[in-house]
């Protein structure tokens, strides 16, 4: 079956927040034909890049009275407030309420309103992929959920989003609030960016301890991974296995497991564990709410490691890196 717009066609959609996501909904919206409002505080400068793009920009509070659907785009940790001071005075009854992560619904920071659509459409790429491969006639794939289905519509809503912003030309699939929500926050935490930047910084180190040059060390532990992951992307592991050499795989299949090994799995599954629980999202609230203290310090060690410094000053010798 053949996913098209037709459920939006006579819908207005606001979209609160203008950032890499918030753009790229709104133009591939818009280029899907779709009647598009951007709301956002008069005067910011995501303001007058909105402006700037032909968009109709209007207060967050306008822009949700005049809307049939709200696609909330801004970060986790305003959108609570964001939600009982400007959503839920003023969307309508009847209308749906997006979001392109269940964090908030699922840990229960924002309870919707009953009499409206709460739906989820999230593309598994980041905006800028959203929109490029919109520009190609391509499309990013989308999950996507119905949480509360107050019109009977919701489901048709939300696949009629995901095609507005391409992800019907590429892939949708089903899946509910808990579910992606916990996954997301699984894959980031332990493989995506605590995973892979730790097991970068480590091997870098101990190189490094070992007497090798940083600049080699660089090479081998952080600039070659686009490689491999690159094949991981295109094909998995076995067309990585396939572009690698024999002594590579070898050393693949002796030394990975003493890397990653049960025990780091057993570590996988308490994390898991405190992100089904809602001890991080508790957490990260409580964090949030103190000003970040914990955050900036562990942010400002990743931004002073010794591999930032060196790799700063390769990448400037890489003018191909810059060339886009």
Request: proline letters at 4%.
């Amino acid at each position: 079956m053949t996913v098209t717009t037709q459920a939006l066609q006579t819908s207005r959609i606001a979209i609160l927040g203008y950032g890499s996501q918030g753009r790229a909904h709104a133009l591939n919206l818009r280029d899907s034909g779709l009647d598009v409002v951007v709301g956002l505080r008069p005067g910011g400068p995501t303001s007058a890049k909105a402006t700037a793009d032909g968009f109709v920009v209007a207060t967050p509070e306008d822009a949700v009275k005049s809307a049939d659907l709200v696609a909330v785009l801004t970060p986790d940790m305003v959108q609570p407030k964001l939600y009982e001071e400007v959503i839920a005075p003023n969307l309508k009854a009847g209308a749906a309420l997006l979001f392109a992560h269940g964090f908030n619904v699922h840990f229960k920071t924002i309870a919707p309103r009953g009499d409206i659509d709460v739906i989820l459409v999230a593309p598994k790429g980041p905006g800028y992929l959203v929109r490029t491969e919109f520009e190609i006639g391509r499309g990013v794939p989308c999950l996507y959920a119905v949480y509360q289905d107050t019109t009977g519509e919701a489901e048709e809503r939300a696949t009629a989003y995901a095609a507005g912003l391409g992800g019907a030309r590429a892939l949708l699939i089903e899946t509910d609030f808990k579910e992606e929500t916990e996954t997301d926050l699984f894959g980031e935490q332990a493989v995506l960016c605590g995973g892979a930047s730790e097991l970068v910084q480590k091997g870098f180190e101990t190189l490094v301890e070992a007497g090798y040059r940083p600049e080699i060390a660089y090479y081998e532990v952080l600039h070659e991974l686009k490689l491999i992951v690159d094949l991981l992307y295109q094909g998995g592991i076995t067309k990585m296995l396939s572009f690698v050499s024999e002594t590579a795989q070898y050393g693949d299949y002796v030394s990975g497991p003493r890397v990653v090994d049960a025990a780091t799995k057993e570590r996988m599954k308490a994390i898991l564990k405190e992100i089904q629980d809602g001890t991080f999202a508790r957490n990260w609230t409580e964090e949030y709410k103190a000003g970040l203290p914990n955050y900036r310090r562990m942010k400002q060690a990743d931004l002073d490691h010794p591999i930032e410094k060196v790799g700063a000053q390769l990448r400037a010798k890489m003018v191909w890196l810059n060339e886009a």
